[in-house]
């Protein structure tokens, strides 16, 4: 397991398990670093509209494996905890609160 840190330098868990299932992914199988420094220094943060108590964090790769697109880092929030759910590559940001930067 892996910790790492968010935009607000928050921990947040990465475990063995989701990087093996979000690497197992062709297209993903080499954007582990991406994923740290997405979630570490995104360009956009969207609360999720379907778990409240999740972010989506989104920053722009130019030359994936599938194109230019967006990686998407998705974090769960309690209290005392934060763990990494998935990772996924898109062609757009998903609509809902923007978090972050501040409008």
């Known amino acids: 397991m892996k910790t790492l840190r968010d935009f607000q330098d928050r921990p947040v868990r990465l475990t063995d398990e989701r990087l093996a299932h979000i690497l197992d992914h062709p297209?993903?199988?080499s954007l582990e670093g991406a994923l740290v420094e997405t979630l570490a220094h995104p360009s956009l943060v969207i609360q999720s509209r379907s778990d409240s108590s999740a972010t989506l964090s989104y920053r722009y790769y130019l030359g994936t494996q599938v194109g230019d697109k967006w990686l998407c880092v998705v974090v769960k929030y309690s209290t005392d905890d934060a763990f990494v759910?998935?990772?996924y590559l898109?062609?757009?940001p998903k609509k809902g609160e923007q978090l972050w930067p501040k409008k």
Request: no cysteine; charged share 10%; net charge negative.
């Open 85 to 87: 759910l998935t990772a």
């Open 27 to 29: 297209e993903m199988a």
């Open 90 to 92: 898109t062609n757009q």
